[in-house]
């Protein structure tokens, strides 16, 4: 606890962010799932009415869920690991143990003695018979890749094992699987905090002439100076980052869509980036906006801030339909209804964040899915959830005679309290050239 509240509260600095030593990470980490195995993982079981939840996984072929419960001094699996999660049936009280060889790290005793009983699959058997389940509850998914993880292997080693009448007690835990991915805790949201803070001055300072010098600095050269900051920082990146640029002249209006790009930054662009990292178990996904001052120039053109500011609207027009039970596919089709009566034109494909940058959850659009995601996003909207809030919005500029796409992108919260962006959202440009608020004229 004390290493965990070091980190909550030191002060950071875009010079210096404080990143945790591995050691201490590891702590925290076990701190977090110390939390959501005692406080979480009960609820849930009694929400799916599940009476034991089998993972079975093999080393450097890891179901997404174990990944999430891995001890933070391992990188992988070893041999075939089995966890197993088994309810009381009076208490709701969770016991988990490890059907492998050695403990599963701290939480997961082994209850295995391969001496008295070679076979891992017949005592896995016993085990689960000396529980008497009326459901048992295994990684398989149509709809969730992350809760499809139970390889065909291990489904028959498993099934072969276990008499015929529990054979048929099997059952897909996707709907646990998904609640146990998608579900933050308290210490994770004081973590997620801290995370989308480290991201934005990272963007902060890559949108800067630290980093820019108009009319030299390539968008590519942006990209691989954040790569190269978060490895100097001793972090990582879920995805590639871009950097792409609008201006008023022949430019692309789509940031993705394979055609040649600008590469040079001049005086007058509009800049984009598209950047998230991986720290202690979790992920951000941010898209914010920079203007390059021209000589003489003191802040963006007003046009330009009331295109971001028609982006943040779209942005409140979302997430203001958010509802516990709605689903992604309803709240989309009510936003996208809501912004077009508004004379907006906008685009909405928000996913779920957190322990996967694309994680599971309800989905809310996809870039070429506007009319809903079948399945996914039929998924209902559930309290202590994150996502990406992703999206944009077209807006004509008669000062460049042409359309631009403010393309935005922020980590969210949904609680009991309603919607909260983790550390703030952009609602005004980032200068690249500014002068800092302390310099005079």
Known sequence: MRVFLLFLFVTLSLSAQHIL????????????????????????????????????????NEDPVVRTLLPPTW????????????????????????????????????????????????????????????????????????ADGLAHTDY???????????????????????AWIETRTPKEMLLFQQLTEITHRIIAEAFSTEVITPGVTTTEDVVWWLREKVSGLGLDTWFHPTVDVQRNEASDLYAFDGQQKLDVIQAGDLLHCDFGITYLTLNTDCQELAYVLRPGEKKAPAYLEAALAAGNRVQDLFTDRFKTGRTGNATLKMSLDAGRAEGLRPHIYTHPLGTYGHSAGTTFGMWDAQDGVPGNGDHPLRENTAYAIELNTKVFLPEWDKDIRVMLEEPGFWGSNGFRYIHGRQTQLLLVGGQGSHLGE
């Open 21 to 60: 030593p591995l050691r201490e990470r590891a702590a925290a980490i076990e701190a977090v799932q110390e939390e959501r195995l005692n406080t979480l993982l009960p609820k849930l079981m009694a929400e799916n009415d599940l009476d034991l939840w089998v993972l079975i996984t093999r080393e450097y």
């Open 75 to 146: 990188l992988n699996a070893r041999r075939r690991t089995i966890l197993v999660f088994a309810k009381d049936p009076k208490t709701g009280a969770v016991e988990r143990v490890a059907m492998t060889r050695y403990a599963f790290g701290k939480f997961f005793p082994s209850v295995w003695n391969k001496e008295k009983q070679p076979d891992q699959w017949q005592a896995l058997a016993d085990y689960i018979l000396a529980k008497a389940p009326k459901k048992i509850g295994i990684n398989t998914s149509e709809g969730y890749g992350i």
């Open 156 to 178: 028959q080693g498993l099934y072969s094992a276990l008499p015929p009448r529990y054979r048929q007690r099997l059952v897909s835990a996707e709907a646990l699987a998904v």
